[in-house]
């Protein structure tokens, strides 16, 4: 028979991060540069609990957010969306996080389909507030994250942040409830249809803060400075504002301001240790360095991730910069930590190139995330360094289902979650992804529907097919390359096409390079076939134009 522990059944609250963090480390500051003015603002977080209590009270009382209700931010990362993280989860409701870089028509979409009861947004997107808000009828309160003076800049009625909690008491209990309670949506753009909602809970976003705190994966203690460029709308800040809380470390909240020269004065400021983004992001920075002859000595480590590590990128940083490139792989299902690269005492004896071989990988698997690579008939692969196959993973912090039921044929029936990256693993656990089986293009470490962009393409007069591929670029690692074959006899006019999808899709989205074939290759089940395209444009470079 079972016998049962002796160990007490509490249930694991996200509330219970910040209680912490305010007792324990109630003098460490966040430090944030503001949205609405670029100015340097300070608080700590004994401070920050006292306000976000605040807040609880007001989204209860002003607001008439219940348990279970969902309250979206649209905005960057600074201490009010702290606040709002832990506020909004803290009292039972869902914090969903908007990716301001969506399309409207999407952005409008994806706040009816969580039934959005009110949005928190920065000033930047103000604009988009007021083209947006006429069309979303659920939405019952909109809130501009500043003071009061700001509000000339909406004209959609709102309300300020600090006018919203100024007058409330900061007497609030945090309520507990079941772990397993939604806390968190994120929607991630998928191959076909609508974005996916992924709804974390209170457990899963606590066991993945503590699975981050592990010295090989973030790690980052009490005299850590963290500055997060990753976005608070990108899969939770892959889970720093959970994790910094928990452990204590100074946060560096850049705001919008993420070029080159306002990180770099952030990062000389602050002190900052440690730093985690896409590699977009720390090309800019690069180049900001090399350009102005300047240099980052407080940086220990970088959190790269998102898309794959350049090796250029890695070389340059280690070697003139001196600070330790760390690549992850994750995903917005995963929320999203799967596997973080730091090397193992065997590799100690490396060779400088032995040693960037192992860097390259995408990372050893962390502890609570389960990985099997499978060929296309579901046959497990062995973990020998070669066998290249498909990735599915489970564990505590793995989306078990979509918001609302979508995407079910993501998953197996005995319940992995299908990654679509393709990868082999080797004996010691690391991972290295080869392809991704997904009909997506990562540019600057966010989506483009491939398939969205062949459909609207394939709208236009002279268009009898479209295939959209992802092709390496220097900048953005990938961006999307329109292979066309246009009707008999119609003209080839790139031009004509691209001012044809300019207000179908996002401005970012628009191809590079618009490629135009005789015959479009097509597989036994009359499907485009964009594997032979890539081989086809496999030296294909894009046109010196800037995205
Ligand atoms: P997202 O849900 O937006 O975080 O995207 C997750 C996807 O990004 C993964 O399934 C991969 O295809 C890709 N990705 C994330 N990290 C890496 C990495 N280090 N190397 C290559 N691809 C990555």
Redesign the pocket.
Known sequence: MTMHGLMMDCPLMISDILVHASKCHGDQEIVTRLPESGQTHRQNYRTTHERTKQLANALIEDLGIEQGDVVSTIAWNSHRHIELYYGISGIGAVVHTVNPRLDPKQLIWMLAHAEAKAVFFDIQFAPLIDGIAQHCPNVKHWILMAEDAHLGAVQTECRSYETLIGGKSSDFTWPVFDERTALGLCY?SGTTGDPKGVLYSHRSSILHALACSASDVIGVGASGVLLPVVPMF??NAWGIPYAALMNGAKLVMPGPQLDGENLHAMIEEEEVSYVAGVPTVWLGLLNYLEQNNKRIDSIKRVLI?????PEALLRAYEDKYGVTMQ???????MS?LGTVNAALPKHGDLDREEEIKIKLK?GRLVFGVGMRIVDDEGKELPWDGESSGHVQVRGPWIASGYFKGAGAESFTEDGWFM???VAYLDSDGFMT?TD?SKDVI?SGGE?ISSIDLENEAMGHPDVEMAAAVGMPHPKWQERPLLVVQAKAGAPKDAESIRAFLADKVAKWWIPDGIEFIDAMPIGATGKMLKTKLREIYKDYEFPAVDA
Do not use: C, F, N, Y
């Open positions: 991630t990108h899969v991730g998102g898309s794959a590590l690549q992850g792989w994750g995903m917005t299902e999203p995408q990654t679509g990256d992804i991704r990562k989506w």
